[in-house]
Every structure is written in structure tokens, then in C-alpha cells.
């Protein structure tokens, strides 16, 4: 049994003269320690995907049809376990980790703060945990770092800090959309070996989204891939870059 089993998702954007049919009738499942690579062309509706597993599509689209199960439990069925998993249960990481953080708090703040939201822990608990966590994501002198503001640190780094944030309630499913994309070159292939060590510790089931072959092939166990709406492809990932589909 996968961990998480999205059966034909289908989500639309009501336009004013049309309707933009984003995804339509996607069906994926991810296991837990396994990287699930999302590609496609932009605009093929990768994002769509990746946010409607959390209803968090925005005005005017809607969720048009589907279902969305993690562990044992239908996520869009009751808007309170939607908002608790996406929380606690679910970590997201997005493209730009400047727009992820609060530039006014330290970063020890914030994941304090995150932690209190969702954990019922101490501050100095919370202190403690929000320590280790920069540290289980390769941030040196953590202890120092914990006081530091998010423009104190590189763009590899910042990301560093989104995920330990994403970590930080122990989530079971982590999205990623794009979390290198932002990134120098030379940065990308820290993170995505941090993302796989910490799939394979933590035994996460990851949704890995990218424009990016290279990153796919780099990073992910199997690949899902989308044109225009339409979930074209899925598979192990060494067996679909050997031989893709012709399309
Ligand atoms: N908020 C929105 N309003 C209207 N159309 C949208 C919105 N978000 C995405 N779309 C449309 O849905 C399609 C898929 O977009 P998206 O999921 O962002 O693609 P990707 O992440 O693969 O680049 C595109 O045609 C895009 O224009
Ligand atoms: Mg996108």
C-alpha cells in the first residue's frame, strides 16, 4: 500500500472566456523513502498538482474531482485535517527561499515559533529542537546561526533553513516545488543530496517538482511526467531517461 495515493485529481481555472483544464484526472502514488520526480515543461501543470494535494489552489481554480489519501486518511474530505496536515504532516519547500521566510525574524524564531504552533513543547524545548534541526540540515555553528536573520545567509544556505522549517513537525510527506531553481549551480546538487539523505533517514515520501531533467535524473526514484494537464508518463526513473515515451 503506498503512503500517498492521489486518484484522478482533476483541477480547473474558471477564466473569464475559458477554462483551463490544469490537471485532469491525475493518478500518483508515493511510497515512503522513495523521491517521486514531477516534470514537465512549464505550464504543463506540475505546481497545480503539487498544491492541489493541500487544497491550496487559488481563486478561480477549484479542485474539480478526485481524491487525495495519506496513510489511511482522505485529506480533502474535512477542511480540519487539511489544515492539520498541512502542518504537521506535510512539509512544503518552495522555489524561492527568500519568499519562504520572514526577513524580520531570526531564524530561530521562526522555527520556534512554527514548532510551538503545532508541538505542544517548552520554548526551550522548542530552542533545543529548532538547534538540532539546523544542524541535521548542515548548518555550521548552529548555535550561533539560531540568532541570525534570513539575509545573513547565503541563497544554499536560506534553503537549507526552509527545509529544517519544513522539517520541523516531523512531517511524513515532504513537496518540494522547484527548491533549487533559485539556486546557483554549484548550490543545487547540496541540497538535492540533502534532500535524499534526509528522505532516506527519515524515511519520507518526497514529491521532488522540476522543470529540470538533470535534477530528475540526479535525485529521484521515479518519475511522473505532465504536458498540458495530462499525467503522460510514469515510471522508474532510469528506465523513462533510457527510454522515454515519444510524444
Ligand atoms: N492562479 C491561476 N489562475 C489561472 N490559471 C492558472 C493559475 N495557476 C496556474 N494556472 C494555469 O494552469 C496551468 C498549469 O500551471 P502550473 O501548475 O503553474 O504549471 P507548472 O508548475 O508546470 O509550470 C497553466 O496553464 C497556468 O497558466
Ligand atoms: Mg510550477
Given at each position: 500500500m503506498s503512503f500517498l495515493k492521489i486518484n484522478n485529481l482533476s483541477v480547473d481555472y474558471q477564466m473569464r472566456k475559458e477554462t483551463i483544464y490544469a490537471a485532469k484526472n491525475v493518478n500518483i502514488e508515493v511510497n515512503k523513502g522513495e523521491i517521486l520526480g514531477l516534470v514537465g515543461e512549464s505550464g504543463s501543470g506540475k505546481s497545480t498538482v503539487g498544491n492541489a494535494i493541500i487544497n491550496l489552489i487559488d481563486e478561480p481554480g477549484k479542485v474539480s474531482g478526485g481524491s487525495v489519501i495519506l496513510g489511511d486518511l482522505n485529506i480533502?474530505?474535512?477542511?480540519?485535517?487539511?489544515?492539520?496536515?498541512?502542518?504537521?504532516?506535510?512539509?512544503?519547500?518552495?522555489?524561492?527561499?527568500?519568499?519562504?521566510?520572514n526577513p524580520i525574524l531570526t531564524v530561530g524564531e521562526q522555527l520556534i515559533e512554527t514548532i510551538q504552533t503545532h508541538l505542544q513543547l517548552s520554548k526551550e524545548e522548542a530552542k533545543i529542537k529548532s538547534i538540532n534541526l539546523l544542524k541535521e540540515v548542515g548548518i555550521k555553528d548552529a548555535e550561533k546561526r539560531f540568532d541570525n536573520y534570513p539575509h545573513q545567509f547565503s541563497?544554499?544556505?536560506?534553503?537549507?533553513?526552509?527545509?529544517?522549517l519544513a522539517l520541523c513537525c516531523e512531517p511524513e510527506l515532504l513537496i518540494a516545488d522547484e527548491p533549487t531553481t533559485a539556486l546557483d549551480v554549484?548550490?543545487?546538487?547540496?541540497?538535492?543530496?540533502?534532500?535524499?539523505?534526509?528522505t532516506k533517514e527519515r524515511n519520507?515520501?518526497?514529491?521532488?517538482?522540476?522543470?529540470?531533467m538533470g535534477v530528475i535524473a540526479e535525485t529521484t526514484d521515479r518519475v511522473a511526467v505532465m504536458k498540458?494537464?495530462?499525467?503522460?508518463?510514469?515510471?522508474?526513473?532510469?528506465?523513462?531517461?533510457?527510454?522515454?515515451l515519444k510524444i
Open positions: 480533502h474530505e474535512n477542511s480540519e485535517s487539511i489544515i492539520n496536515y498541512r502542518g504537521n504532516k506535510i512539509g512544503l519547500i518552495f522555489q524561492d527561499p527568500q519568499t519562504s521566510l541563497g544554499g544556505m536560506r534553503q537549507r533553513v526552509v527545509i529544517s554549484s548550490i543545487q546538487s547540496q541540497i538535492l543530496e540533502l534532500i535524499k539523505r534526509l519520507l515520501a518526497v514529491i521532488l517538482i522540476t522543470h529540470d498540458s494537464g495530462d499525467l503522460v508518463e510514469i515510471g522508474i526513473t532510469k528506465e523513462i531517461l533510457t527510454n522515454p
